[in-house]
Structure formats: structure tokens, C-alpha cells
């Protein structure tokens, strides 16, 4: 199994920075894809950003252009650096990450406990 821990959420007026990080550990051969989505109350969960082993990136309209999603794969982290956070940016950031236990395994998920981010205007 995979646990992933986040950190980094806050409070921040519009116009301002955070930065998420998420940390993997437990038993696994190797990381997949790392990505961040958010969820504000009501609404679905959406994807904001995701990085793939080698570096690849991939973002939502939302957010193009002011986020942006890095890997340390020595340390098993992905970091979320957010610039010019607006209201419409407050939600729960959640951590996803694929791995697996062989090198020719099956791909597995898991999903970190989430953290809030709150933008004032």
C-alpha cells in the first residue's frame, strides 16, 4: 500500500502564492503518474494537474499559466506551486498517485486525505 500525506494548505487573499506537497511512502516498486484535483462543497471533483514519471505535464484551463505541478522522484513528492490564487481557486486539494508493487505489476491508486485551501477576496 501507498500513503500519501499532504501538506501546505492555507488561508491566502486573492493574488497571492501557496505550495502543496504530497508525499509518498509504503511498499512500492516504482510511481506513475502523481497528479492534484479539488473539490469545493457541491461541486465535483476535478482534475487540476498531473505529472507523469518522466516529467510530462498536463493542466486544467483553470489554472493554466498560474500553477504549476513539479516531481522530486529521489523523494517520492509532487508539489503543487499556486500563483495568483483567485476565490474560485478555494477548495480541498487531494493527491493521487498510481504505483505498483512489481515491475511488471498491476498499476494501483491512492488518494491523500485531502487539504484546504482557502482564497479571500
Known amino acids: 500500500q501507498v500513503q500519501l500525506v499532504e501538506s501546505g494548505g492555507g488561508s491566502v487573499q486573492a493574488g497571492g502564492s501557496l505550495r502543496l506537497s504530497c508525499a509518498a511512502s509504503?511498499?512500492?516498486?516504482?510511481?506513475?503518474?502523481m497528479s492534484w484535483y479539488r473539490q469545493a462543497p457541491g461541486n465535483k471533483r476535478e482534475s487540476v494537474a498531473s505529472?507523469?514519471?518522466?516529467?510530462?505535464?498536463n493542466y486544467g484551463d483553470s489554472v493554466k499559466g498560474r500553477f504549476t505541478i513539479s516531481r522530486d522522484n529521489a523523494e517520492n513528492t509532487v508539489y503543487l506551486q499556486m500563483n495568483s490564487l483567485k476565490p474560485e481557486d478555494t477548495s480541498v486539494y487531494y493527491c493521487?498517485?498510481?504505483?505498483?508493487?512489481?515491475?511488471?505489476?498491476?498499476?494501483?491508486?491512492?488518494w491523500g486525505q485531502g487539504t484546504l485551501v482557502t482564497v479571500s477576496s
Open positions: 505529472i507523469t514519471s518522466s516529467g510530462s505535464t
Open positions: 493521487n498517485a498510481v504505483w505498483r508493487l512489481e515491475s511488471a505489476g498491476a498499476w494501483f491508486g491512492s
Open positions: 509504503g511498499s512500492f516498486v516504482s510511481l506513475g503518474a
